[in-house]
């Protein structure tokens, strides 16, 4: 998508990292989402929404950014792209933890499980917004309490959903997965490819 400036509404280096491995050129955008799930709303559509919100507060940001500019509308010229991730056990969403005993109670409710890694993916301009959503099956070993606290002491699950990041030390955990690894980590490559693509025909028709 050369023709327009790519922007990814995420602070994430993983994000980043993965975009990057796929060849596209991006500029990062700061967005200020909410990240709460609402009363009722199942996970599917809670991180869904996540994605199209990120998206589209990248849009209107833009447009702020350029609203006395006669002659450059950011939303028009523009493509953002938003991403969520959320780790689900048995319907439950486990979010990012909020001190070491929460950690411990997310791994407790993982060990020796499967459960859902679910990521959203979003791309939105000043008229539209598409998102698409990527589930993939974890399955881990049991993982002893002792081990669950020194992984906490690690920092690494502070600042990740369900208390694990899939790329690093908790790797090791994992006895198998079924479908897209990228995903897990934060954005699935092949749909995330496939979405822009199908984002620039569109604009080409």
């Avoid at 700061?30 to 609402?38: A, M």
């Avoid at 493509?79 to 486990?94: C, E, R």
């Avoid at 005993?101 to 959203?120: F, I, K, N, P, Y």
Wanted: aromatic share 6%; proline share 3%.
């Amino acid at each position: 998508m050369k023709q327009r400036n790519m922007y990814l509404a995420s602070q994430s280096p993983r994000r980043r990292e993965l975009l990057t491995q796929i060849g596209v050129e991006f500029t990062v955008l700061s967005v200020d989402v909410e990240e709460q799930q609402q009363v009722g709303e199942l996970a599917p559509d809670y991180v869904s929404r996540l994605a199209r919100d990120k998206a589209q507060a990248g849009v209107a940001a833009l447009l702020k950014v350029n609203a006395t500019q006669v002659t450059t509308n950011a939303a028009v010229e523009a493509v953002v792209l938003g991403a969520d991730t959320i780790v689900v056990y048995a319907g439950q969403v486990l979010e990012k933890p909020v001190d070491e005993a929460d950690s411990v109670r997310m791994l407790s409710l993982l060990s020796g499980q499967e459960h859902e890694v679910m990521t959203a993916v979003a791309l939105a301009d000043g008229t539209r917004c598409k998102v698409e959503l990527v589930t993939t099956t974890v399955q881990f070993r049991d993982i002893p309490a002792i081990e669950m606290q020194d992984y906490w002491r690690t920092g690494e699950p502070l600042d990740k959903a369900g208390s694990y990041a899939i790329q690093g030390i908790a790797g090791k955990f994992v006895s198998h997965i079924s479908g897209s690894y990228s995903a897990v980590v934060g954005l699935p490559l092949m749909q995330t490819e496939q979405l822009i693509q199908a984002f620039k025909a569109e604009q080409n028709k």
